[in-house]
């Protein structure tokens, strides 16, 4: 695409210039400066964390690409990067799944899902503490639990109210930001995690090593985050790495109980143990696929444990 939009605009500048000097090139300057408008300004969202874990602000701008040289290191550590998702319908579940049934599901608004999980610097820059087993600044947080994440107290109880503890990693996001910040849906987890593919994994039916971290590569620890090749929408380590919290209580999926269409799932009202996804730096490869589900209790974590952010945008964007 990019090619031919510069094979166009070259015959264009040539026209132009044939009609002669200065007024050509203004002309010329005019059509390359003019601003595509399908083009999503605000498709990444960046939070500059860099003013630290006591400040009562982080700075938020927003790009409509990735840079051409890919994200910089500071995008996995001192920025947090999130890329927005439209609305759209999928099939949820289906291969290898532990329950996990295919059924459609419709997300109704858009939401910002994390480029990577978040890592350990970005952690620390929020919280002032990391908690990781696998020490390094560029590899994910781990060891940290829901609660941690959001506030364990019964007031923070989703799907029942959507509120978090204002001193969580999220409720400190949400302060500084104004941001609606949390952990995503497991439908948005899914969702994000497919970009579209209907396939074992998002990059096709086999385990490929060059998307994730696991069992077989990982040498027993995790790894730095944005390593490994993206899904379809230039999300990192969906698969592998370490595994995901996600808001929704944990349920089985009953096959013959699922209606035709899901709208907007937040998951059972209650339960026992929280919901986690996409495999980790352990998993055997049938694990690590995009429908597999995991839980634990929210109180509950160890080095396998991590969070990629989300915000879930309203319905209608003006
Ligand atoms: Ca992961």
């Known amino acids: 695409m990019k090619a031919a939009q510069t094979k166009s605009l070259t015959s264009v500048g040539r026209g132009l210039l044939a009609l002669g000097g200065i007024a050509g090139l203004m002309a010329l300057a005019s059509c390359c400066l003019t601003p595509d408008k399908t083009i999503d300004v605000t498709r990444y969202c960046v939070i500059d964390l860099s003013p630290g874990p006591s400040a009562a602000s982080y700075p938020v701008s927003y790009l409509?690409?990735?840079?051409?040289?890919g994200w910089p290191d500071e995008y996995k550590t001192s920025k947090l990067v999130l890329r927005k998702i439209m609305p759209n319908s999928f099939t949820m579940g289906?291969?290898?799944?532990?329950?996990?049934?295919?059924?459609?599901?419709?997300?109704?608004?858009?939401?910002y899902c994390g480029v990577f999980e978040v890592t350990q610097k970005q952690y620390e820059l929020v919280m002032g503490t990391n908690?990781?087993?696998?020490?390094?600044e560029a590899k994910p947080v781990d060891n940290v639990s829901w609660d941690v994440i959001r506030g364990k107290s019964s007031t923070y109880n989703w799907p029942t109210s959507n509120a978090v503890d204002p001193d969580s990693f999220m409720g400190r996001l949400r302060m500084r930001t104004g941001l609606n910040f949390d952990l995503p849906t497991e439908a948005q987890w899914e969702c994000a995690c497919r970009a579209g593919t209907m396939t074992i994994y998002y990059w096709g039916n086999?385990?490929?090593?060059r998307y994730c971290w696991y069992m077989a590569n990982s040498k027993e620890s995790t790894h730095n985050v944005?390593?490994?090749?993206?899904?379809?929408?230039?999300?990192?380590?969906?698969?592998?790495?370490?595994?995901?919290?996600?808001?929704?209580?944990?349920?089985?999926?009953?096959?013959?109980?699922?209606?035709?269409?899901?709208?907007?799932?937040?998951?059972?009202?209650?339960g026992e143990e929280r919901i986690r996804r996409g495999g980790f730096?352990?998993?055997?490869?049938?694990?690590?696929?995009?429908?597999?589900?995991?839980?634990?209790?929210?109180?509950?974590s160890d080095s396998q444990d991590g969070f990629r952010a989300a915000i879930t945008l309203p319905r209608r964007q003006p």
């Open 64 to 69: 409509p690409d990735v840079p051409f040289w």
């Open 94 to 111: 289906g291969h290898y799944a532990s329950g996990n049934w295919p059924h459609k599901v419709t997300l109704t608004n858009p939401f």
């Open 131 to 136: 908690p990781s087993h696998f020490k390094d």
């Open 206 to 209: 086999r385990m490929n090593g």
């Open 226 to 270: 944005g390593q490994k090749k993206p899904n379809r929408w230039g999300l990192y380590d969906m698969s592998g790495n370490v595994l995901e919290w996600c808001l929704d209580w944990h349920a089985n999926i009953v096959k013959d109980q699922l209606p035709s269409e899901t709208i907007d799932p937040v998951g059972p009202s209650k």
């Open 281 to 300: 730096w352990n998993c055997s490869e049938d694990l690590g696929c995009s429908s597999d589900r995991y839980s634990f209790y929210s109180h509950f």
